[in-house]
């Protein structure tokens, strides 16, 4: 089943919008790594950031939501983090949004397709 939803980043611990720039003024989001237990990968044999991951889990509803939701989406956390905070403190961690099924428009997933009869032919007495 493919999904589609989003994902409210604000959400996140200490999340803001800032605009960076004096000329070109970028609006930008701004999530601190430590405070989100955010994952940071560098370069090979470098301090240089590769890629950083938020790791995340998607649940099924028990049953759809009003809107079609059929999934939510809330963060996961490493063994670290999750020790070393209570445990009101991971309760109250929000759900970053909702999922529901993508309904395609541009093609069908099955179609009845014409039944056609085919007369035998005649065999060929010849051997190949």
């Not at 605009?19 to 940071?40: A, E, M, Q, Y």
Request: glycine content about 4%; aromatic content about 8%.
């Amino acid at each position: 089943m493919d999904l589609q939803g989003s994902i409210d980043l604000l959400k996140l611990t200490n999340a803001c919008v800032a605009t960076l720039g004096k000329t070109t003024k970028k609006r930008c989001v701004v999530i601190p790594i430590d405070d989100n237990d955010l994952s940071v990968k560098n370069e090979d044999n470098s301090t240089k950031p590769r890629s950083v991951y938020l790791g995340v889990n998607v649940w099924e509803r028990q049953q759809p939501s009003q809107y079609g939701h059929t999934h939510y989406i809330k963060q996961s956390f490493s063994k670290a983090y999750r020790e070393a905070h209570t445990e009101d403190e991971m309760k109250n961690k929000p759900f970053f949004g909702d999922m529901k099924p993508i309904l395609r428009q541009n093609g069908a997933t099955s179609f009845d397709a014409p039944v056609v009869e085919m007369e035998q032919q005649e065999k060929d007495d010849l051997p190949f």
